[in-house]
């Protein structure tokens, strides 16, 4: 009976989060917390699961579907065809009677019959599903991902290289890194089961909900993240402006390395300085950061600094893993004006580089059009500002690993088992 409610609810919510493209993470916080825990992890295997893999169940559902579909229904349909093709552990007869039953107490109990052929069809064929011959839609179908993005990444990557990287499925580990001004991280790592870490000895990863955040001594924060932070070399007396800085966790993470030095947070959103704000008070760290609202898009006199941050907005499809609803929303128009505000920030962002000093640009994606060939274009019109070699700021075991002479690097999911993102640091002489 348990289970009946928690898909009744996960439907509520993929309907609510599709049809007014609603934020995955933030609609399911605070909307599950009556179930039991079991119960809350499978409304969220639901609900994600369905939305990582839109692309691959639409197709799907053509094949055996015809004609225009309600929005509810198709979201019922979704909902199904994601557990009988990906969730082996419930009965394709379990995954087919519960959508009849929830087509039932959402009012569209007339279509019952529709729904109950529909998906005992696709139950009977899964195995046999055919996918394009084109080597793009066959990627973009069989692997959820946008075709024109596919398309990008096969030019930038090759075939072979970019069905990896669109087949990977991580198994959803929690990184926590430990503030070691704090606490031992052995000590901590010990007390919450933690598995070793990827690269960085101050991280470590857990199974399930993260523990012992309130007082800031553990943060959520993947290594990738992490790596960005250290790119930036810095020194405990430093000044740095971190341009794009909510919701603080790159802040609160650069605040660690400081003793006199002191910070500066902008964020466009007011709403959103108060993010940073709340996490530099809950790690202790509000003495050195100073959060105000600010849009980098628009030059004004922000001052200058030691080392300054670009953490970009972005498209986000290096961590569709977080936030599969990505990949459901992104169009090549919304990309193409990313681009521009990037160009436009980092170039605002570097008038605030003392000479002598540093400017770190990263961005959570793995387009290149978003990541080194905005770099390429702003060295081209910034002469005095010149890549620069993050060896001996990474630690071993990341550089042990990584090429990081030339100045950046790209991090991908399949290759790094860590968030996918881009990282170049620069210096202005």
Do not use: W
């Not at 919510?13 to 119960?39: G, P, V």
């Not at 030059?299 to 893993?321: E, I, P, Q, R, T």
């Amino acid at each position: 009976m348990s289970e009946d409610k928690a898909r009744h609810r996960a439907f509520l919510l993929l309907d609510d989060i599709i049809q007014n493209k609603k934020y995955a993470n933030l609609t399911l916080k605070k909307s599950i917390l009556d179930f039991e825990q079991r119960d809350r992890s499978f409304i969220v295997a639901l609900v994600y699961g369905t939305l990582d893999k839109l692309i691959t169940i639409d197709y799907v559902i053509s094949l055996y579907a015809k004609g225009k579909i309600q929005p509810k229904i198709r979201n019922i349909l979704r909902m199904g065809v994601f557990q009988i093709m990906f969730m082996d552990k419930v009965p394709d007869s379990a995954a087919v009677s519960t959508s009849v039953d929830i087509a039932q107490k959402v009012g569209k109990g007339m279509l019952k019959g529709y729904i109950n052929g529909v998906l005992r069809n696709i139950s009977r064929n899964k195995l046999n599903i055919e996918y394009p011959k084109d080597k793009h839609k066959f990627l973009s179908s069989k692997y959820s991902y946008p075709e024109f993005f596919v398309k990008d990444l096969v030019e930038e990557l090759g075939f072979e290289e970019c069905e990896k990287f669109c087949s990977f499925s991580d198994n959803h580990r929690t990184c926590i890194r430990v503030d070691e001004n704090k606490a031992n991280i052995n000590e901590i790592k010990s007390k919450l089961n933690g598995q070793d870490s990827i690269y960085f000895n101050n991280c470590f990863y857990i199974e399930g909900e993260p523990q012992m955040l309130e007082n800031g001594i553990c943060s959520v924060q993947s290594e990738a993240s992490v790596a960005v932070v250290k790119a930036l070399g810095l020194n405990e007396n430093d000044t740095l402006l971190d341009c794009c800085a909510a919701p603080g966790g790159k802040t609160v993470y650069a605040a660690t390395f400081l003793k006199n030095g002191k910070i500066m947070a902008f964020d466009k959103h007011a709403h959103r300085v108060e993010l940073i704000k709340n996490n530099a008070k809950r790690c202790g760290y509000s003495h050195i950061i100073d959060s105000k609202q600010a849009d980098m898009t628009v030059m004004d006199n922000y001052g200058v600094y030691d080392k300054v941050l670009v953490d970009a907005v972005c498209s986000g499809l290096g961590v569709v893993g977080q936030k599969p609803e990505i990949k459901n929303t992104v169009t090549p128009e919304g990309l193409r004006e990313i681009e521009k505000i990037q160009a436009k920030i980092l170039e605002n962002a570097s008038k605030c580089v003392k000479n002598g000093g540093v400017l770190v640009y990263s961005t959570c994606t793995v387009r290149k059009k978003e990541n080194i060939d905005i770099i390429n274009n702003f060295l081209k019109n910034n002469k005095d500002f010149v890549l620069s070699s993050m060896e001996g700021l990474m630690g071993e075991k990341f550089e042990r690993n990584h090429d990081l002479k030339k100045g950046y690097i790209q991090l991908y999911p399949h290759t790094d088992k860590t968030d996918g993102f881009f990282i170049a640091r620069m210096l202005k002489s």
